[in-house]
C-alpha cells in the first residue's frame, strides 16, 4: 500500500501511539520502451479529471449516507416512542375504566341505601358514638370521592396529551421516512453515476485509476505530514481504545456497503460506530452526529482510537490507529483499509472514551 505499508498492522505501537515513520514513496512505474501519452477517459476526459468526478459523486453520496442513517436512526427512535405512548395510552383507558367502575360501585351502594346521602344519614341518626364514628367515615368517603374524581381528570388529561403527543410523532416518522427515501435516491443516483463512469474504462485504465488515487493521497498525506501535523502526536491509547482499534482493524478486507454495519460489510461511520460498541461505548450512528455529540481534541492530543472526521459537511469518518495512520471503509467498490490520517482534508478529531 502506498500510504502505510502493511508493518502499521503487525507493529507493537499500532494501539499506543509511536511516532510517525514517513511513508515510503510509491513504486515507481516500469519505464516504457517509448513515450508513453496518458490515458484517456470517457467522452475525452483524463483519467485524473474522471478520478476527481468518481471522487466527489462517492464523497456526495456518503454525505447523503449519512443523511440517510441519521433519518433511520430518528425513525427507529420514534417509532419506539409510539409504541411507550400506544401502551400509556392503553393503560390509561383500564385506569380510566377502573375508576369508573368504583364511581358505579359508590352509587349502586347508595341506590342500595334508599338513595338518601350518607350525610343525611347521619344527621338523622340519635345514637351519639354512631354518629361519632360515621362523622370520620364520612369524611374518609369524601376524600376517597375526591380523589377518586381528580384522579380521572388527570387521567384524561393525559390521554389527551398522549395523543396529541403520538400525532406529532407520527408527523416526525413520515418526515423521517420521506428524508430517508430522499436520501436513498441521491445515494444511488450518485453511486451509478460513479459506476457509469467507472464501467466504461478498460482494465487498463482502472488498473491507472487505482494508481491515481493512491498518488493522490499519498501526495496529500506527504503534504499534511510536511506541516508538522503530527510533530507533537504521541498519545497513548487507553484500554477502550485498545479494543475500539482491534475490532477496526480486523475488518480489514471487507467491503463498503452504505447503510451498512457489519459484520460482513461497512460504511464509514458503521465502522467507527461498531467499533466502539465492541469496545463498551455506544456512540452515535454518522459521522456528522460523531462530529456534533462527542468532545473535540486537538490534533496534537490525538490518540489510538480516536474518531478523525473529514471534509466541510463531516461526511466521512476514519478511526486513528496510531503512527499517522487510521483505519477507514472509504467507498463503494473499496475495501475497509488503512490510509494516512491526513490523506483526506480533516475537520475534526473527537473523543469517544473522554
Known amino acids: 500500500m502506498l500510504l502505510c505499508t502493511m508493518a502499521i498492522l503487525t507493529a507493537p505501537g499500532l494501539a499506543t501511539g509511536l511516532a510517525y515513520a514517513a511513508p515510503a514513496a510509491p ?17 475525452g476526459k483524463s483519467l485524473e479529471q474522471v478520478r476527481k468526478e468518481i471522487e466527489e459523486l462517492y464523497r456526495q453520496a456518503g454525505s447523503a449516507t449519512d443523511a440517510y442513517n441519521l433519518a433511520e436512526a430518528e425513525t427507529k427512535a420514534q417509532s419506539a416512542k409510539i409504541v411507550e405512548i400506544a401502551n400509556l395510552i392503553v393503560a390509561g383507558k383500564e385506569r380510566i375504566a377502573t375508576l369508573k367502575n368504583r364511581a358505579g360501585a ?24 354512631h354518629y361519632l364514628d360515621g362523622a370520620g367515615r364520612l369524611r374518609q368517603g369524601e376524600k376517597a370521592a375526591s380523589d377518586m374524581l381528580s384522579e380521572l381528570d388527570r387521567t384524561q388529561a393525559d390521554l389527551q396529551r398522549y395523543a396529541q403527543e403520538a400525532g406529532e410523532r407520527w408527523e416526525t416518522l413520515e418526515a423521517n421516512r420521506i428524508k430517508q427515501e430522499n436520501a436513498k435516491k441521491e445515494i444511488e443516483e450518485k453511486i451509478r453515476t460513479a459506476e457509469d463512469l467507472e464501467s466504461k474504462l ?12 493512491q498518488e493522490a493521497q499519498y501526495k496529500a498525506q506527504t503534504a499534511w505530514l510536511s506541516t508538522g501535523a503530527m510533530k507533537d502526536v504521541s498519545g497513548k491509547a487507553t484500554d477502550a481504545g485498545k479494543r475500539a482499534v482491534q475490532f477496526a482493524t ?6 463498503y456497503k452504505w447503510g451498512a454495519v457489519g459484520p460482513g460489510s461497512f460504511d464509514c461511520s458503521g465502522l467507527t460506530s461498531q467499533a466502539w460498541l465492541a469496545a463498551g ?5 454518522t459521522s456528522q452526529e460523531q462530529l456534533r455529540l462527542l468532545p473535540k481534541v486537538a490534533l496534537k492530543d490525538m490518540r489510538p482510537g480516536d474518531l478523525i472526521i473529514y471534509f466541510d459537511d ?20 473499496r475495501d475497509v483499509t488503512l490510509a494516512g490520517a491526513g490523506s483526506m482534508p480533516i475537520k475534526a478529531v473527537v ?3 473522554a
Open 27 to 43: 513504486p515507481a512505474p516500469a519505464a516504457p520502451t517509448a513515450p508513453a501519452a496518458p490515458l484517456p477517459g470517457p467522452g
Open 250 to 255: 480486523a475488518q480489514i478486507g471487507k467491503p
Open 314 to 333: 463531516a461526511s466521512h469518518v476514519g478511526m486513528y490507529v496510531g503512527d499517522g495512520a487510521m483505519v477507514h471503509a472509504p467507498r463503494p467498490g
Open 106 to 129: 359508590a352509587a349502586r351502594a347508595q341506590y342500595r341505601s334508599g338513595g338518601m346521602p350518607p350525610g343525611a344519614q347521619l344527621a338523622l341518626s340519635d345514637d351519639p358514638n
Open 351 to 353: 473523543r469517544p472514551d
Open 202 to 213: 478498460q482494465a487498463e485504465e482502472k488498473a491507472r485509476l487505482i494508481q491515481l488515487e
Open 281 to 285: 461505548r455506544g456512540i452515535p450512528r
